[in-house]
């Protein structure tokens, strides 16, 4: 798929049109519409007559006087209801129109992105970045049709082209794609996509982008160094652990760090989980995946900062090696972890990322980890759960969710918290002592090995997955790329 910006005058007379509108008396009266003939302002205007156009209605039209021309018309609901959430929609119900339709090719006003307390560049941004994953499909494993899957060619933009939009095109692009990326590795089944296949996948950034350099932590070495909570997660599976290191910027800048939770099989351990919470654990390295390629969409973007990604990679499996429930595990910070679940695992492995993220001195460090159910089970699946040690961060991440997409919503960690995970035996337990706040728990246990830097902790499971109505393809969302990237942005 490909966008130009063009001006008015560049309207091809043969062009598809898709338009947005918030009602029918607004679609003869649109700017795009002015050119047509007589002949098909008539007829459209009797074919609109009596249709619906709410939030979620399409009208798809042919001219009479160009019968291969088609005009799209989405509705976008009522005026004073309008938000970004419907902007982000929108976008992506172009494509998927546009693809059930099987037209190749249309225009677009930038203006019909509604830019109403946006600037068109932002507009654009987000625009951009959505149709892009609007249009993802994980076909990876399927055989092709005959005709090839449907791909749309060409849309463009009506606009004032600048060299400002051009820029907002590409960021718009370049982080759509990279969320797409995210998608792919988040998608492949948990047979293939091993911690090895992982952190292959972070060493070919590197060979694609010059500005990135990535190192991989092989067991010993992870070993060596402490991480006495990786090498307990992983020593059930016969997939070795990896631990993945990326980093980009200038080296004398503070770094953020990011650290991804890379757990490329959840089957709980010995613990082990029952089916229908095994479904879709080849996600539970999601995490990972988004700060793999929200690196590499920040080093496309050149922004300048210097960024750190951090992912934690192994295979939670049961087995005669496996971790126990009462082992005690010393992590990189020296701290002991009591495994009291072994399906608990994901704070397990992240206590020694943020513990080696420590030795960076970051200006701050966020973590993005398909931690618990039960952050899902708190806010359903169209939102993040979104901790901090710092009240502020609290404020610019519900931000930053709000701008993107990539939503995020404050909770609880108050000093309290930190008595539920008090080991008996060890320094700190995997569990906390009710089965009330899981979410709050698994943060309070990550709060443990970050220090005194600020940090804040992205519990990205309730947007593991797309749902319904997102209009975005089955399986992994991408989430955590787009909030990772422009938290970067914030920070320069
Ligand atoms: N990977 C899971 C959490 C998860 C569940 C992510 C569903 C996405 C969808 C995590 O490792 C886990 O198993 N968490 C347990 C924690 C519990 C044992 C304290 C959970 O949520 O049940
Ligand atoms: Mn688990
Ligand atoms: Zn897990």
């Known amino acids: 798929m490909k966008f130009s910006l063009i001006t008015n005058k560049q309207v091809s007379t043969s062009a598809n049109i898709i338009l947005t509108v918030f009602s029918v008396k607004d679609v003869l009266a649109h700017p795009?519409?002015?050119?047509?003939?007589?002949?098909?302002?008539?007829?459209?205007?009797?074919?609109?007559?009596?249709?619906?156009?709410?939030r979620k209605d399409i009208l798809v039209y042919n001219l009479p006087s160009a019968p291969q021309r088609r005009i799209v018309i989405l509705g976008l609901g009522e005026k004073n209801k309008w938000s970004r959430h419907n902007l982000l929609l929108a976008a992506r119900r172009i494509v998927v129109a546009l693809k059930t339709h099987r037209?190749?090719?249309?225009?677009?006003?930038?203006?019909?992105?509604?830019?109403?307390?946006?600037?068109?560049?932002?507009?654009?941004?987000?625009?951009?970045?959505?149709?892009?994953?609007?249009?993802?499909?994980?076909?990876?494993?399927?055989?092709?049709p005959e005709g090839g899957w449907p791909e749309i060619e060409e849309i463009s933009i009506v606009c004032r082209p600048s060299k400002t939009?051009?820029?907002?095109?590409?960021?718009?692009?370049?982080?759509?794609?990279?969320?797409?990326?995210?998608?792919?590795?988040?998608?492949?089944?948990?047979?293939?996509?091993?911690?090895?296949?992982?952190?292959?996948e972070a060493l070919a950034v590197g060979k694609r982008i010059k500005s990135v350099k990535v190192k991989v932590l092989p067991e010993a070495k992870i070993k060596e160094l402490g991480m006495g909570g990786v090498i307990g997660v992983s020593q059930?599976?016969?997939?070795?652990?990896?631990?993945?290191?990326?980093?980009?910027?200038?080296?004398?800048?503070?770094?953020?760090?990011?650290?991804?939770?890379?757990?490329?099989?959840?089957?709980?351990?010995?613990?082990?989980?029952?089916?229908?919470?095994?479904?879709?654990?080849h996600m539970d390295m999601s995490g990972g995946a988004a700060v793999i390629h929200a690196i590499e969409a920040i080093a496309k973007l050149k922004l300048p900062v210097r960024v750190i990604g951090l992912v934690p990679a192994v295979e939670n499996m049961p087995s005669g090696s496996s971790y126990h429930p009462g082992d005690l595990l010393k992590t990189i910070t020296g701290k002991t972890i009591e495994i009291?679940?072994?399906?608990?695992?994901?704070?397990?492995?992240?206590?020694?990322?943020?513990?080696?993220?420590?030795?960076?001195?970051?200006?701050l460090v966020i973590d993005v980890a398909t931690l618990t159910g039960a952050a899902v089970v708190a806010l359903g699946q169209r939102t993040n759960a979104l901790f901090s040690?710092?009240?502020?961060?609290l404020r610019l991440g519900k931000d930053v969710g709000d701008a993107t997409g990539d939503y995020a919503w404050p909770m609880p960690l108050w000093e309290e918290y930190d008595d539920d995970i008090k080991g008996t035996?060890?320094?700190?337990?995997?569990?906390?002592?009710?089965?009330?706040?899981?979410?709050?728990?698994?943060?309070?246990?990550?709060?443990?090995?970050?220090?005194?830097?600020?940090?804040?902790?992205?519990?990205?499971?309730?947007?593991?997955?797309?749902?319904?109505?997102q209009y975005l393809s089955k399986g992994s969302s991408g989430a955590g790329v787009r909030f990772l990237v422009e938290m970067a942005k914030r920070f320069v």
């Not at 109403?116 to 892009?132: D, E, K, Y």
């Not at 692009?173 to 995210?182: A, D, H, K």
């Open 389 to 393: 040690n710092k009240e502020k961060l």
């Open 236 to 281: 059930g599976s016969s997939e070795k652990p990896q631990f993945i290191i990326m980093e980009y910027g200038p080296v004398k800048k503070t770094p953020i760090v990011f650290v991804g939770k890379g757990v490329t099989f959840d089957t709980g351990g010995l613990n082990l989980k029952p089916s229908d919470g095994i479904y879709e654990m």
């Open 32 to 54: 795009l519409l002015k050119p047509l003939a007589a002949e098909d302002k008539k007829y459209i205007a009797g074919a609109i007559a009596n249709a619906k156009l709410g």
């Open 425 to 469: 035996f060890g320094d700190v337990a995997n569990l906390g002592k009710t089965r009330y706040g899981g979410s709050i728990t698994g943060a309070a246990f990550l709060k443990q090995f970050v220090g005194d830097f600020p940090w804040i902790h992205l519990d990205i499971a309730p947007m593991m997955t797309t749902i319904d109505g």
């Open 340 to 363: 009291l679940n072994t399906d608990a695992e994901g704070r397990v492995i992240l206590a020694d990322g943020l513990g080696y993220a420590q030795r960076y001195k970051p200006s």
């Open 103 to 144: 037209i190749q090719s249309a225009i677009i006003g930038l203006d019909d992105f509604n830019t109403r307390g946006l600037t068109p560049a932002s507009a654009l941004v987000l625009a951009i970045q959505n149709m892009i994953m609007a249009s993802f499909d994980f076909v990876d494993y399927k055989a092709k």
């Open 165 to 200: 939009l051009e820029r907002a095109l590409n960021e718009g692009l370049t982080i759509g794609q990279e969320v797409n990326e995210c998608r792919r590795l988040s998608n492949t089944p948990g047979g293939i996509m091993t911690p090895r296949k992982l952190a292959q």
